[in-house]
């Protein structure tokens, strides 16, 4: 079985602009939670999605955005990007019946 | 809130050596899980270990183990006999059984093993 994969891996993007960053979880999950990945923050929850419908939102601005199709895909959107968004970014799907998180690979965001 | 602390930044050992990582969290549930995951350097986060909280018997992976202390809060991960790829971060989480709530993670500890 694929595991969960994120796109693309690596972003360069300028202060201002915005990005989306996509998931695919694990074939038959549902439920799909980001992360924000810092040196100094460590892992921060962002959202989490589960049948399209955020279910768990984390202390974030508004910036940060997302959103969960029929296929269980994610996708995170960040608009007006700031020099501190500057991180790796980690999708995690888990299945219904279940409580252990996959990883993905990550998505490398740095913002000049 | 829930709040889990690892206290050791940073860490070494040499291969075949044991080590122990801590962890201690802070809850007021009753009913939770606690993982160790393991970050290697440019790789995926993967679960090393599960903890359910209303098991006493703490749970073995091969050469993972951990010392699971309800009352203390405190939650180790002991490697035996490390190897070179064990080399990674280590980071401790939690999650409560009640609703549908978010894992919480530790800083996490860097471990390092020495040939």
């Known amino acids: 079985k694929a595991g969960v994969t994120q796109t693309p891996r690596y972003l360069i993007k300028t202060r201002g602009q915005q990005v989306t960053l996509s998931c695919s979880p694990i074939?038959?999950?549902?439920?799909v939670s980001w992360y924000q990945q810092t040196p100094g923050q460590g892992l921060q929850f962002l959202f989490e999605y589960f049948s399209e419908t955020q279910r768990n939102k984390g202390n974030f601005p508004g910036r940060f955005s997302g959103r969960q199709f029929s296929n269980s895909r994610s996708e995170m959107n960040v608009s007006t990007l700031e020099l501190g968004d500057s991180a790796l970014y980690l999708c995690a799907s888990t299945r219904q019946d279940g409580y252990e998180q996959y990883f993905g690979p990550g998505t490398r965001l740095t913002v000049t | 809130a829930q709040t889990v602390t690892q206290s050791q930044p940073e860490m070494s050992v040499q291969e075949a050596e044991t080590v122990t990582l801590s962890c201690t969290y802070d809850?007021?549930?009753?009913?939770?899980?606690l993982f160790w995951y393991k970050q290697p350097p440019s790789r995926q986060m993967i679960l090393v270990i599960r903890q359910e909280a209303y098991k006493q018997q703490n749970a073995t992976e091969n050469r993972f183990s951990v010392n699971f202390q309800k009352a203390a809060k405190s939650f180790s991960l002991k490697i035996s006999d490390s190897q070179l790829g064990d080399t990674a971060m280590y980071f401790c989480?939690?999650?409560?059984?009640?609703?549908?709530?978010?894992?919480?993670f530790g800083k996490g500890t860097r471990l390092s093993v020495i040939a």
């Open positions: 989480a939690f999650m409560p059984l009640s609703g549908n709530t978010p894992l919480v």
């Open positions: 809850t007021s549930e009753n009913n939770y899980y």
């Open positions: 074939s038959g999950h549902r439920s």
